[in-house]
């Protein structure tokens, strides 16, 4: 997980040319591949491995790919982010583990792409509700101006930055008496203020 430089990540790839015939070629062109996602190299990366495999459904070529996300999601600049993650077949995304695959929704919520967040986190397991799925599917639905949706995310949620996102809902609604009370509990003054003239 740490990163690489360009040339260590060029000295991978003559090791895996050297001994790709051997037993350990196909380990050391995976090592390629990651050590061009760790060097930042994301386009090159992306290349290989369609290349390597073909994006084959074996478990290593899965494994890798996971992999790969989860590093262009912490380490790629916005552009190539976007460029991956939005073309990245919608199947792997549902095989990322729950903490990676919030962490993707919540960078794409931050970029401005609430309805490609709410996919990822729809990608997961039926039925798993863990506060911070719920607090993102929230904020994504609160993007897309869908109160409601918003409200029944947080349905059950005991978390400190619910009320917030909850007062949003109510007033997005047109429950601004409900709003003000909220945001009053949470100590947010101006939005109290705002929600209590527009309920009279």
Excluded: C
């Excluded at 991978?12 to 390629?32: F, I, K, N, W």
């Excluded at 095989?95 to 962490?103: E, G, I, V, Y």
């Excluded at 007033?171 to 949470?186: I, K, P, R, T, V």
Aim: aromatic share 6%; hydrophobic share 50%.
């Amino acid at each position: 997980g740490e990163p690489v430089s360009v040339e260590t990540a060029e000295l991978v790839e003559a090791y895996s040319q050297e001994l790709r015939d051997t037993p350990m070629g196909a380990r050391l062109r995976h090592a390629h591949v990651m050590a061009l996602v760790q060097s930042g190299q994301f386009d090159r990366a992306f290349a290989e491995a369609k290349a390597l495999d073909g994006f084959s459904d074996t478990e290593a070529a899965i494994a890798l790919r996971l992999n790969m996300i989860r590093a262009l999601t912490e380490t790629a600049g916005d552009i190539v982010f976007l460029d991956h993650v939005l073309t990245h077949d919608r199947a792997d995304l549902a095989l990322l583990h729950a903490p990676d695959r919030f962490d993707l929704a919540a960078r794409l919520l931050d970029l401005g792409f609430a309805a490609e967040a709410q996919e990822v986190l729809a990608a997961g397991p039926e039925g798993a509700r863990p506060p911070r799925r719920q607090l993102l599917a929230a904020e994504a639905a609160l993007a897309l101006e869908q109160p409601f949706q918003a409200q029944a995310a947080l349905l059950g949620i005991d978390d400190p930055t619910a009320a917030p996102l909850r007062a949003r809902a109510k007033e997005m609604a047109g429950a601004f008496g409900e709003a003000h009370d909220l945001y009053q509990a949470s100590d947010l003054t101006e939005p109290a203020m705002s929600a209590a003239w527009l309920a009279d």
